[in-house]
């Protein structure tokens, strides 16, 4: 079973009341949204995570990434920075390591943390293929699969699966003249792998064997843009749109089998580039929840990546987006340091706040309301208790060391809010 196979035969699961008490929505309407697609709870029926709500008219949720890499090995390190991530508001986690010892890292990683957990597969395949002194694009497709079904036995909530690239998207990729080529790790895997092989994506031609893997355990598809754009200036070119109007094909079948299923999207875009393709996705993909990283609106931001993409990931929410990858100060640069997940989160968490007022969601309005009300009564701690970083802001408070608690070191005696108290 699936939450979307209940959702069909109109069967409430503790994971949709969970998820309609926390989003403050009928059961019964979440129940409609699940069964049409619009909305996915990733919820492996092994795994043990909260359960998560991602699609129409829900707030929007946030994802970290975390990992180790083949340089850099600290499990403590990545345990640490799962639970900052939580810690912080992050409503899942996506383990992308690539260094030793992977079923070990993703084991205590899960174990550290409660919300959702999301893999890349074929980072795995890859790992196990260099492992056996061979390059990546000799890849044995068993291999992926393996590490699918292996992955889905141990709990984990969804994966990405780049199933969208193509023999022949790949053709077209040559012919492109991109600046930045590939820059999904996965995508390249993929693409490497049939440009050397001369065959055809083995996740593409093996769907319907997928499917009955992610039915079976309930994996949530998150299927890879692995031609998002790297760069402002390949943005919305052909190769991206491509693989969403395969995305979007295969998005239906996914649907129709009853398996839950979410799209990725870029990446890097302009500002007047990312509602349009927002609404390009919701209605090539049948309406399925959209998970963008970023979008990263200018490319020139090395080291403030995460504001670049707060940017540009609050524009894509607003315009449909319901799932925002995180971006870290680390972003192009380093394996991101605990304060750098802390600063990607709060980042995108303002993004999805911004959003979610602009949409009207009840939550968002009812803590803006609060915040506005102790600002106006000089109710400090509830400032405090209120804010997306209830550490931060009290730092900056503290070190004004003012008597005065109806005031701030900025204005001072002149504050305007003290000045007209009660008169306005």
Not at 130 to 144: A, G, R, T, V, Y
Not at 239 to 267: D, F, S, T, Y
């Amino acid at each position: 079973m699936t939450q979307k196979s209940e959702a069909q035969k109109g069967n409430i699961t503790p994971e949709m009341e969970y998820v309609a008490k926390e989003e403050n929505i009928d059961a019964n309407k979440l129940a409609k949204l699940i069964d049409k697609g619009l909305v996915v709870i990733p919820k492996n029926i092994n795994g043990h995570s909260k359960p998560c709500g991602i699609g129409e008219g829900l707030k929007t949720k946030i994802n970290a990434n975390i990992g180790s890499s083949s340089k850099i090995d600290d499990i403590e390190l990545e345990i640490n920075k799962a639970k900052l991530a939580q810690e912080y508001g992050a409503d899942a986690l996506m383990d992308l390591s690539t260094g030793s010892d992977l079923k070990l890292f993703r084991k205590r990683i899960m174990e550290s943390v409660d919300i959702c957990i999301g893999t890349v597969p074929i980072y795995e395949a890859g790992v196990v293929t260099l492992s056996k002194n061979k390059e990546i694009i000799d890849m044995d497709p068993d291999d992926i699969f393996k590490a699918i079904e292996n992955q889905a036995k141990e709990g984990v909530d969804f994966m990405t699966l780049h199933c969208g690239i193509t023999k022949d998207l790949v053709q077209k990729l040559k012919d492109a003249n991109r600046m930045m080529g590939i820059v999904s790790r996965g995508g390249t895997f993929m693409a490497s792998w049939i440009n050397h092989n001369g065959e055809e994506n083995p996740l593409y031609e093996n769907y319907d064997y997928l499917l009955e893997l992610s039915y079976e355990y309930d994996i949530t598809l998150s299927l890879g843009d692995g031609l998002r754009p790297g760069c402002l200036a390949d943005a919305s070119d052909i190769p991206q749109i491509q693989e969403l109007v395969n995305l979007g094909g295969l998005v239906k079948r996914a649907q129709n089998a009853n398996v839950q299923v979410m799209v990725e999207g870029p990446g890097h875009m302009p500002l007047n580039q990312i509602k349009a393709n927002m609404e390009i996705q919701k209605t090539i993909c049948h309406g399925a929840p959209f998970y963008v990283l970023g979008p990263l609106v200018t490319d020139i931001a090395p080291g403030y990546d995460h504001i670049t993409g707060a940017i540009g990931g609050a524009i894509a929410a607003t315009a449909g987006a319901n799932f925002l990858c995180y971006v870290t100060p680390a972003e192009h640069l380093s394996l991101p340091s605990l304060e750098d997940v802390k600063e990607g989160v709060i980042a995108s968490k303002i993004a999805a706040e911004a959003a979610d007022v602009a949409k009207g969601l009840d939550s968002a309005w009812t803590r803006e309301k609060a915040m506005a009300k102790a600002r106006r009564e000089f109710d400090w701690e509830s400032q405090f208790d209120l804010a997306l970083d209830k550490s931060k802001p009290r730092q900056y408070r503290d070190k004004c060391e003012l008597d005065d608690n109806e005031m701030c070191a900025m204005c001072g005696e002149y504050c305007a809010v003290k000045i007209a108290k009660g008169d306005f």
